[in-house]
């Protein structure tokens, strides 16, 4: 019959435990990036949204608003770039040209009103927020697999030890103290009682074959020293 498992117990709760770090790991990583970008696009449009509405009553009232070199204010489609022109009324993403932009559109009769935000700074915040994660998940699978490794050497020892006590019973003494007595109440300690009754069942086998050994000899050696 062909076994299930071929590698060493300690090899595979190694591996599930570094496996389950990981899934565990990837979904905080996961839910911590979303939640960042969440709270920056919330943070990214109510600001771009209140200073356009800001821009716009300028325009209105035809006073002069300084933008800083960052940040265009365009009035309809003539001088927008193409890239910009099939963007939803509201907030919006845009990738244009290799970099992040944060537009602005709003629409008012037959005019819509774009402002764009060039956000290079956010890119690199992004990136490096990534690159933080991604080294919090490779360092918690590192620590995993030395904490897994660390904590298999103490699980794994009992079991070692039993091993050793039973390959190196050459014979089966008749007063031996039971292996079950030095380890604790767990599944170890219950399969050093298996061995024990295993060993008492071979014993009584023993004694047996011995009693039915010694008697057979008995019942010959009359008739023969009769002959």
Do not use: C
């Amino acid at each position: 019959m062909r076994m299930p498992y071929k590698s060493p117990l300690s090899r595979r709760v190694i591996f599930a435990f570094v496996i389950l770090t990981a899934l565990v790991s990837g979904m905080f990583a996961y839910g911590v990036y979303y939640a960042v970008e969440s709270v920056e696009k919330n943070l990214t449009s109510a600001d771009l949204q209140r200073e356009f509405f800001v821009v716009l009553d300028d325009y209105h009232h035809n006073r002069t608003h300084s933008l800083d070199s960052r940040t265009l204010f365009f009035v309809g489609e003539e001088n927008l770039p193409e890239g910009f022109r099939s963007i939803n009324d509201g907030w919006n993403e845009i990738k244009n040209l290799g970099e992040n932009f944060s537009a602005f559109k709003h629409r008012e009769a037959d005019t819509s009103f774009y402002l764009i935000k060039k956000q290079t700074a956010l890119a690199q915040h992004d990136r490096l927020i990534q690159r933080i994660i991604a080294v919090g998940f490779l360092a918690s699978i590192l620590a995993a697999l030395l904490l897994g490794v660390a904590t298999v050497k103490k699980i794994i020892a009992p079991v070692r030890r039993l091993t050793i006590q039973v390959s190196h019973l050459e014979t089966m003494p008749q007063e031996a103290d039971p292996l079950a007595d030095e380890y604790p109440n767990d599944e170890v300690g219950h399969l050093a009682g298996a061995f024990d009754r295993v060993f008492l069942m071979l014993n009584e086998a023993l004694q047996r074959e011995t009693l039915f050994t010694s008697n057979v000899s008995h019942e010959l050696r009359t008739p023969l020293m009769m002959i």
